[in-house]
């Protein structure tokens, strides 16, 4: 069974550098092929996708938040890490994990974390 | 990037209506197209991949179809648990993706 678990502050203050943990289990992002992605929505709103990770260490980024993000992968551990720096309120949202599944450009997230919620706040 | 819109925005309906959610790319994404359910306070769970495949225990009143640029989910009897917001995800892009804007999905 695949799980997946965000774990990070509740809080963050503006201009501050967010740091999320997305732990995993059930299968190994140093199997071919394998990818986890993190994705925000906040409150009331729209689903975003922030970055992926795949197992030969690619990574990719919003286009929109590039230059704030980071991912990376502790296979070890089964962890995926989100750094997001220079916070801002418009940041608070409920970040998720997820797995990527797919084959060719046919890519979809299953399954997701719980998300975990951050609020950006003085 | 690939822009997707969803239409309605929201809408009403009653258990046992034919419900039908639509989804637009800005332009043509073959049928690299998934449908997610959330619920309140819950996470995204995937409904539909590749336009109109039925994930696994996924109930079979769901369905999609489209290609190119339209898409449309349909729940063909709405049950009391469907009551949702429905999300479409383009993966045409790979590996950047984009999702729709929802359609929240509520009683009559």
């Known amino acids: 069974q695949v799980t997946l678990k965000e774990s990070g502050p509740a809080l963050v203050k503006p201009t501050q550098t967010l740091t999320l943990t997305c732990t995993f289990s059930?299968?190994?992002?140093?199997?071919?092929?394998?990818?986890v992605s993190w994705i925000r929505q906040p409150p009331g709103k729209a689903l975003e996708w922030l970055a992926l990770?795949?197992?030969?260490?690619?990574?990719f980024y919003s286009t929109s938040l590039k230059t704030r993000l980071t991912i990376s992968k502790d296979t070890s551990k089964n962890q995926v890490v989100l750094t997001m720096t220079n916070m801002d309120p418009v940041d608070t949202a409920t970040y998720y994990c997820?797995?990527?599944?797919?084959?060719?450009?046919?890519?979809?997230?299953?399954?997701w974390g719980q998300g975990t919620l951050v609020t950006v706040s003085s | 990037d690939i822009q997707m819109t969803q239409s309605p925005s929201s809408l009403s309906a009653s258990v046992g209506d034919r419900v039908t959610i639509t989804c637009r790319a800005s332009?043509?994404?073959?049928?690299?197209l998934n449908w997610y359910q959330q619920k309140p306070g819950k996470a995204p769970k995937l409904l539909i991949y590749?336009?109109?495949s039925l994930q696994s225990g996924v109930p079979s009143r769901f369905s999609g179809s489209g290609s190119g640029t339209d898409f449309t989910l349909t729940i063909t009897s709405l049950q009391p648990e469907d009551f949702a917001t429905y999300y479409c995800?383009?993966?045409?892009?790979?590996?950047?993706?984009?999702f729709g804007p929802g359609t929240k999905v509520d009683i009559k």
């Open positions: 590749a336009a109109s």
């Open positions: 332009q043509s994404i073959s049928s690299y």
């Open positions: 995800q383009q993966s045409y892009s790979t590996p950047l993706f984009t």
């Open positions: 990770i795949d197992w030969d260490d690619d990574k």
């Open positions: 997820a797995r990527i599944r797919g084959y060719a450009d046919y890519n979809w997230f299953d399954p």
């Open positions: 059930g299968f190994s992002l140093s199997t071919s092929g394998m990818r």
